[in-house]
C-alpha cells in the first residue's frame, strides 16, 4: 500500500499561472480532504469529499476548485495563482466516521 | 465559530516529560486528536481521546482531556531526540470527519 501520494512535491509558479495539485489513496477511504499549512496557522481545510461525486468547500476554499475523479483521487485546481497561495498543501484521506486521517506528505508551492 | 490555540514552542531536556497543552472552544467535539509532524513530512496520528474519557495512556505518552475547562494535554515521558517535531491538537466536528488544527506546538529536545 502506498496510502497517500501527492504531485508534485515541489513546484514554483508566477502569479496568475494555474496547476492542479494531484492527489491518490489506494485504502479505498470514502472521504478526502484538502488542507494548506502556514507558518504558526496550523492546517486549515480548504475543500473536502466525503464521498465520491460530493465535494464541500471547508474554512479557506476561495481561489481553489476541486474535483473529486473517482473513489482514489481528489485534485486541486489553482486557476489564477496568487502569491497569498504560497503554502504547503496536503492531502489527506479516511473512512467517514472513522478517527483517523491519513495524509499524504505534502507538496510545497511558491507562487512568485 | 470553532478555535484550537496551542502554544508555540516548548524546548526541553532528553530524559525530562514533556506537557504540550490545547485549549479548544466547541463543547460538541466528539474526538480530540494529537498528530505528529517530523520535518519535510505529513502528519501522523499519534493517539486520541473519545469526549466522554478524562485520560487515555499509551506507551510514552498520555492524554488528559478536562472537558469544563475545555483543555486538552499530551505528555510524553523520558522525551527522546526522536521526538523532536510540531504537534497538531485537533478536534473533529460531526460527522463529516472534518478537523479543526490548533497552530501547532514545535517540541526541542535537548542532549
Avoid at chain 1, 485504502?27 to 496557522?41: A, I, L
Wanted: net charge neutral; charged share 20%.
Amino acid at each position: 500500500n502506498a496510502g497517500v501520494t501527492q504531485t508534485p512535491k515541489f513546484q514554483v509558479l508566477k502569479t496568475g499561472q494555474s496547476m492542479t495539485l494531484q492527489c491518490a489513496q489506494d485504502m479505498n477511504h470514502n472521504s478526502m480532504y484538502w488542507y494548506r499549512q502556514d507558518p504558526g496557522m496550523g492546517l486549515r481545510l480548504i475543500y473536502y469529499s466525503a464521498s465520491e461525486g460530493t465535494t464541500d468547500k471547508g474554512e479557506v476554499p476561495n481561489g481553489y476548485n476541486v474535483s473529486r475523479l473517482n473513489k482514489r483521487e481528489f485534485s486541486l485546481r489553482l486557476e489564477s495563482a496568487a502569491p497569498s497561495q504560497t503554502s504547503v498543501y496536503f492531502c489527506a484521506s479516511g473512512l467517514a466516521g472513522d478517527n483517523e486521517q491519513f495524509f499524504g506528505p505534502g507538496t510545497r508551492l511558491t507562487v512568485l | 465559530g470553532e478555535d484550537v490555540e496551542q502554544s508555540l514552542f516548548l524546548s526541553v531536556r532528553e530524559g525530562d516529560s514533556s506537557v504540550i497543552n490545547c485549549t479548544y472552544t466547541d463543547s460538541s467535539s466528539t474526538y480530540l486528536y494529537w498528530y505528529k509532524q517530523e520535518p519535510g513530512a505529513g502528519l501522523q496520528l499519534l493517539t486520541y481521546i473519545f469526549s466522554n474519557m478524562d485520560m487515555k495512556q499509551d506507551q510514552r505518552l498520555t492524554v488528559l482531556l478536562n472537558k469544563k475547562d475545555k483543555h486538552l494535554s499530551l505528555r510524553i515521558a523520558d522525551t527522546q531526540t526522536g521526538d523532536s517535531a510540531i504537534y497538531f491538537c485537533a478536534e473533529k466536528q460531526g460527522n463529516t470527519g472534518k478537523l479543526i488544527f490548533g497552530q501547532g506546538t514545535t517540541l526541542q529536545v535537548k542532549p
